[in-house]
């Protein structure tokens, strides 16, 4: 969650906020009672002889239940593949709420997951066990034989810890996912920080307009038809001015024409979109993802500063016309003349190209970027746009200001900035990242205070086992060694797992929030995030969590005294 500079959001508690509380409550004392009545039933002896039948048995048919859990995971998983194209076009050019299942079958995935995992874990630390018996030390021989003998004991701890651990990995991924994704969607839609529509002056826009004033209603219409057949000549305006403004770092010309008409091969487009601009500028300016193309985009660039004449076109022209790199095109539109060019790279993205849209005749749209000085030169000069790549450090009240006392002849402005508050100060994000967030650290508070519950507990139930180890013999350095590992193979190995089974689950589960987004807007694709700076904060909250708990533990520890431990007659 990252807070923006905004009005404060009313807050209202609901009387059904109230009822859901109450529901919570008697929901939690009911799962508490449970095991106390069923445990009322049972003599202290039978109790007894239970928890040793279930130490020394394994029932091969409680996989069955964890696998199940899995396969209902996996099951809507494909369910999500199949019905994926479906619900794009259903929800064609809207967008849509998003599922609760994308929730639930995660939660399923990372339990089942953790389970399974959990019931082979016992016998992988008895063949560990095996391998080094004659060169374990006391601390690590006993740690070994505690967890892989009491496994039932430590399950639930270590079941607890990866599924909080899962799901608080699996939220912080959704949530920056979606994040970085719709911003990225408006970096690549607008193509630069800022975009300017130049205003430029023409033979035509002049006689147009005395026409209109001088003459009569139908004598500008003969006006008119007449300068249909005259060349326009346009005056370009000075370029080195946009350059030159406080806060630009880096400025480019980029000439943008549609419908644009290109033959090859015996065969025609007519709808075709082209791009001409200075490669290199254009690399220092743009932005774009590089991981879009086979190759970074530099090398695509580089391609175009080799040869005047070279283009890249996307790969629905290449599919349409039948071309390939190494073929030639001739291209033009109405009102200027035709030039030949030839193929040097195949894209399929490109700054502010949509590939999966489509177009009135229901195509893919098509594209052709080219040299801007070779297609000035061989087909026209013609009106382009000005590209702007910002100063972070400089706010845009400072730029706009000074292109206004430079008196820039601006028609238009595209600035991501807007667009990018906008889209932080929306109800929908500031709702999702509220709930994904809030579940992450509740999930960390809540693993926090039942691993300190849980240990405290324990070392309390094993009063007479330390008592024993210190009558024996064993200094308290040794046991808090002990501790050490047996913290490790349990707590430790529940937070890796936790973190990796959360990881697959992110990978698995967080694409299908694109079935909650209009599919003609989702470009660049849909690719799952996860922030290394989260990643540190799980690691820093697992190594303060297993600190602290260690540190209380040991404290208890000291605590013990033999004469109060060793009481055989109350065992």
């Not at 964890?66 to 494909?78: K, N, Q, R, S």
Request: hydrophobic content about 45%.
């Amino acid at each position: 969650m990252e807070f923006v500079d905004r009005t404060a959001l009313p807050i209202k508690i609901l009387p059904e906020s109230y009822l859901y509380g109450l529901l919570a409550v008697f929901a939690a004392i009911l799962m508490v009672m449970i095991p106390v009545y069923i445990a009322s039933n049972q003599s202290i002896v039978h109790h007894k002889q239970n928890n040793e039948n279930m130490v020394s048995s394994f029932k091969w048919y409680t996989l069955l239940f964890d696998l199940l859990l899995v396969g209902v995971a996996i099951y809507g998983l494909f369910s999500f593949q199949k019905r994926q194209e479906a619900l794009a076009t259903l929800t064609q050019g809207k967008d849509v709420n998003i599922d609760p299942i994308l929730f639930f079958l995660p939660a399923l995935f990372i339990i089942g997951l953790g389970l399974f995992i959990l019931r082979i874990y016992p016998f992988v630390l008895k063949v560990i066990y095996r391998l080094g018996e004659k060169f374990w030390s006391i601390s690590l021989y006993s740690s070994f034989l505690q967890v892989s003998r009491s496994a039932k004991q430590y399950q639930f701890l270590m079941l607890f810890l990866i599924m909080t651990i899962g799901i608080g990995m699996y939220s912080t991924s959704a949530a920056r996912t979606i994040n970085h994704n719709l911003e990225e969607q408006i970096l690549y839609q607008n193509g630069a920080d800022i975009t300017l529509d130049v205003r430029w002056k023409s033979n035509q826009i002049m006689s147009g307009s005395q026409a209109m004033v001088n003459e009569s209603m139908q004598e500008a219409e003969e006006t008119a038809e007449t300068e249909d057949f005259k060349e326009t000549i346009y005056t370009e305006p000075p370029f080195e001015p946009f350059a030159q403004v406080e806060g630009v770092e880096q400025a480019t010309k980029v000439f943008k024409k549609q419908p644009v008409k290109v033959e090859a091969q015996g065969n025609s487009l007519f709808s075709t979109e082209l791009i001409g601009i200075e490669p290199k500028n254009f690399g220092q300016t743009a932005w774009f993802k590089s991981s879009l193309l086979p190759h970074h985009w530099y090398h695509y660039l580089n391609l175009l500063a080799k040869e005047p004449s070279s283009v890249l076109i996307s790969k629905s022209v290449s599919s349409s016309l039948g071309v390939k790199t190494g073929d030639y095109l001739t291209i033009g539109w109405d009102g200027s003349d035709t030039a030949e060019f030839v193929v040097y790279g195949i894209i399929e993205y490109w700054p502010t190209f949509n590939p999966i849209a489509k177009t009135e005749e229901d195509n893919n749209p098509t594209l052709i970027v080219a040299n801007l000085p070779f297609v000035q030169n061989a087909m026209g000069l013609e009106p382009y746009q000005v590209w702007l790549k910002t100063d972070p450090g400089k706010t845009r009240n400072k730029l706009y200001e000074t292109m206004k006392q430079a008196e820039l002849p601006v028609k238009s402005i595209e600035d991501v900035q807007p667009k990018l508050i906008e889209l932080k100060n929306s109800a929908f994000l500031l709702g999702l990242n509220g709930t994904l967030t809030l579940g992450f650290l509740i999930s960390l508070i809540i693993t926090f205070i039942g691993f300190l519950l849980y240990w405290i507990l324990t070392i309390q139930s094993r009063t007479l086992q330390y008592g024993i180890y210190r009558a024996m013999g064993i200094s308290i350095r040794k046991l808090v060694v002990m501790l050490v590992w047996e913290q490790i193979l349990t707590s430790g190995i529940a937070c890796l797992l936790g973190v990796v089974i959360g990881g697959i689950t992110s990978r698995l589960f967080v694409p299908f929030f694109q079935l909650s987004f209009d599919s003609q807007t989702i470009v660049p694709p849909f690719q799952v995030m996860v922030d290394p700076d989260d990643m540190w904060r799980i690691y820093l909250f697992v190594g303060f969590m297993l600190i602290v708990g260690l540190s209380i533990l040991v404290v208890l520890l000291r605590k013990i005294k033999i004469h109060q431990a060793i009481k055989l007659g109350e065992d």
